[in-house]
Nanobody, 115 residues
Framework: QVQLVEFGGGLAQPGGSLTLSCAVSGSIFSPSAMGWYRQAPGKQREMVATIGSGDSTNYVDSGKGRFAISRDNAKNTVDLQMNGLKPEDTAVYYC?????????WGQGTQVTVSS
């Protein structure tokens, strides 16, 4: 059974940095797409960053220049480095991977940006 375990959420001050990590286990196939999504209270879940099997990346407009997504195919992990954090980045962040035709979600990790 595919499992996603997320690490690295927490409290950061405005302008600070956090790194989120997600470890994928339970599949003999490597993920094609991997990414991070977030959901703030009262809002829809939105894509934050994605990375394909060929390392092509895509970012939410508000994250361009501040966020960097990377993956380690040997370890089946995907990381999201977030710099210059803003209060509006506060949300629950979810790891997502696509393996063959199925999508899998992590349990979510809270990121709070506040002074």
């Amino acid at each position: 059974q595919v499992q996603l375990v997320e690490f690295g959420g927490g409290l950061a001050q405005p302008g600070g940095s956090l790194t989120l990590s997600c470890a994928v286990s339970g599949s003999i196939f490597s993920p094609s797409a991997m990414g991070w999504y977030r959901q703030a209270p009262g809002k829809q879940r939105e894509m934050v960053a994605t990375i394909g099997s060929g390392d092509s990346t895509n970012y939410v407009d508000s994250g361009k220049g501040r966020f960097a997504i990377s993956r380690d195919n040997a370890k089946n992990t995907v990381d999201l480095q977030m710099n210059g954090l803003k209060p509006e980045d506060t949300a629950v962040y979810y790891c997502y991977v696509r393996i063959r035709t199925f999508g899998y979600w992590g349990q979510g990790t809270q990121v709070t940006v506040s002074s």
